[in-house]
């Protein structure tokens, strides 16, 4: 209980010139520290306490885990629900990931397996998953197809161009492109 109260304690010294208030409530509430935060001394660097093998191992379960979320995005999947993924990689960042497995199912929501090779993260989504993630992104086309349609509608009547500023139009151009570029990334990865 000391190690987490004095872990506590320094991340609210840290927090208070960014949260004065919130922190400042949470310093009175530990009871007798001091008549305020703001007289508290700030931490400091305590080089003994370093640990780099524990700062290489946290980067590899942070990476890991970043990875798998960022295929969840890309893929469009429920972040609730659980999907199978695959970590190829070198013995080190195997072990580390086969010692920390629970934790990096738990923040990635996800079923790991540990296969050797080198480092990716790949998914295996289920059938009900595919065929959700398809549907979401043929709603995406169709949404961004009616927006192109009436960009393009815009663009075409000679009343608006006449009257529109410079940079209305140029806005509605620029816009334009994005959505056609999103668009073609959507139908590639239906046609995929």
């Not at 480092?119 to 595919?130: D, L």
């Not at 959700?132 to 009616?146: H, M, W």
């Not at 529109?164 to 620029?174: L, W």
């Amino acid at each position: 209980w000391r190690n987490l109260l004095a872990a506590f304690e320094a991340a609210l010294r840290l927090l208070h010139p960014v949260m004065p208030f919130l922190t400042e409530e949470l310093w009175q509430r530990l009871g007798p520290r001091g008549i305020s935060i703001a007289l508290a001394s700030f931490p400091l660097f305590r080089g003994e306490l370093e640990d780099p093998a524990a700062d290489r191992e946290m980067g590899f379960i942070q990476q890991i885990v970043t990875d798998a979320r960022r295929l969840r995005a890309e893929m469009k999947l429920d972040p609730k629900i659980p999907f199978n993924a695959t970590l190829h990689a070198d013995a080190e960042v195997s072990a580390v990931a086969e010692s920390n497995r629970q934790a990096i199912e738990k923040l990635a929501i996800v079923t790991l397996a540990i296969r050797p090779g080198q480092y990716k993260v790949t998914m295996e989504a289920t059938p009900e998953q595919m065929r959700a993630r398809r549907q979401s992104l043929e709603k995406e086309a169709d949404q961004l197809r009616k927006v192109i349609a009436n960009s393009h509608r815009q663009l075409s009547d000679e009343t608006f161009m006449g009257k529109a500023p410079a940079k209305v139009v140029d806005s509605i151009r620029t816009k334009l492109d994005g959505y056609e570029s999103q668009l073609r990334t959507i139908e590639q990865s239906l046609n995929a």
